[in-house]
């Protein structure tokens, strides 16, 4: 899995490399609109499957890896069954004002 735990202003890492592993980790499947769903705020994983429609395989793998990569926070609660929150981490929310303005622009010039 591609790391994009680069600093922000970490000038060691080449471009190209950092492009890479950005678009590798939200080019998968269903990765935007996990972000902007969760651009709205925390969210139960059931709740977020069912908004989204996704098989919870492919959200459980999804959200693995947007939490491996510290753009989504994991949180578990006491209750009985334990619920999970998902919600964005700064470096999440950062992603989704792109994310986000990506899907402006797509809505534009498919309308």
């Known amino acids: 899995m591609p790391d994009m735990n680069w600093e922000p202003d970490d000038k060691s890492a080449p471009s190209a ?30 709740a977020l499957k069912r908004q989204l429609g996704i098989p919870g395989s ?9 939490c491996e990569q ?19 981490t700064p470096k999440g ?4 004002t792109v994310v986000n303005r990506l899907i402006e622009i797509e809505r534009k010039w498919t309308n």
């Open 17 to 46: 490399m950092v492009a890479d592993d950005f678009w590798d980790v939200l080019g998968a499947k269903w990765t935007f609109q996990i972000i902007a769903t969760l651009a709205d705020g925390p969210i139960h994983f059931n």
């Open 58 to 66: 492919t959200l459980s793998a999804r959200l693995d890896t947007l």
């Open 70 to 88: 510290s753009i989504v926070s994991r949180s578990v609660e006491n209750t009985s069954p334990p619920t999970v929150e998902y919600a964005l």
């Open 93 to 96: 929310n950062e992603i989704a």
